[in-house]
């Protein structure tokens, strides 16, 4: 194991992704790349460099160039698209959703469309309104697509090359506060299956899901309430689309508690989906309503001190847990 970066993993991902596979063609701003805001995105000009004939910088048309991303992967390729911002994805979504997602069914099997949509979704702190959104519920709600949704530097090279290998198109979904998150990285060549959540701490009080960057701020108020002696044990999906709701349910039937926690708006968002699921499966199994900590049904406020008002913060996720167990 080695400890890495966030957003070092990601870079050691695409180097390892684009050696192994030459179908492989990133679409890209050459400028920020997978990196966003990240002090560090100047590095990903290194991939750039090494794979001039792979690596594309379109014009900023989010329409044309996932419709082009689609196209090629129909005809042979795997493309990976990074739209950036995850509010951008809303510019392609005729292509994203009515094409990429339906592509297979409407052929009756026989044509597939593996590419992979990269977004950055959640606050990040003055990002506002139109950069701020977290559409994942939104995705979740059209089939047809995979969704995957990384916590830490491990998750993200493991599930980005399954990603990539993968033959369904997939949303790919970061978030910018991850990015110098550090973390345990095997040595060897290692990809995650998709559809495989993972217990990210173990406890026996109450269940906290989480997902995203939200994992990291469950554990945090995890081991703060471990002082108290209240044991959280926190769950991470890792991916919506396949849903590991096996490994879900084996630790609410644990604790008899949980608690839902997200960075989508409260109505029709990830949380929401999770909380019906669990309610129709496992009612009879709780010991206490099930709590969602999301972010409000607002729009994001420019303001930090207001977008910390609404979001899944870790006073409100500490709020949520005691609540639990009363």
């Known amino acids: 194991m080695r ?43 290194e991939v750039a460099e090494r794979y001039p004939d792979r690596v594309i910088s379109p014009p900023i048309s989010e329409l044309s160039f996932c419709g082009l991303a689609i196209g090629a992967a129909m005809a042979g390729l795997r493309p990976v698209v990074d739209v950036v911002t995850a509010s951008f994805i809303f510019e392609a979504w005729p292509q994203v959703i009515n094409e990429a997602a339906n592509a297979f ?46 916590s830490t530097p491990r998750d993200m090279r493991g599930l980005l090359k399954s990603a990539v290998n993968s033959d369904n198109p997939t949303v790919f979904i970061d978030h910018p506060l991850l990015l110098e998150t550090q973390g345990p990285v095997p040595e060897a060549d290692e990809a995650i299956p998709l559809g495989l959540a993972d217990v990210k701490r173990r406890g026996s009080d109450v269940t906290v899901i989480a997902t995203s960057y939200m994992v990291q701020r469950c554990l945090t108020v995890a081991n703060r309430l471990a002082g108290e002696g209240i044991e959280v044990e926190v769950v991470d999906p890792r991916t919506l689309v396949p849903l590991d709701f096996q490994t879900l349910m084996a630790s609410v039937e644990k604790t008899r508690r949980v608690v839902i926690v997200d960075e989508c708006h409260q109505s029709c ?58």
């Open 3 to 45: 400890e890495l970066a966030y957003y070092e993993s990601k870079l050691q991902a695409l180097h390892e992704i684009l050696a192994a596979d030459d179908r492989v063609h990133l679409i890209t701003d050459t400028a920020t790349g997978f990196l966003g805001l990240s002090p560090h995105r100047g590095r990903f000009r």
């Open 105 to 150: 069914y409407m052929s009756g099997g026989q044509t597939r469309a593996p590419v992979v949509f990269h977004i950055f979704h959640g606050l990040r702190g003055g990002g506002a309104a139109q950069h701020s959104h977290s559409p994942q519920g939104m995705l979740w709600n059209c089939p047809g697509l995979e969704i995957v949704l990384p």
């Open 269 to 326: 968002g990830v949380a929401a989906e999770l909380a019906a699921r669990i309610g129709e499966a496992g009612f009879d199994k709780l010991k206490a309503p099930i709590r969602r900590v999301t972010r409000l049904d607002v729009p994001v406020p420019f303001s930090r001190p207001l977008e910390e008002s609404i979001s899944p913060s870790e006073s409100r996720i500490t709020d949520a847990v005691r609540m639990a167990l009363r």
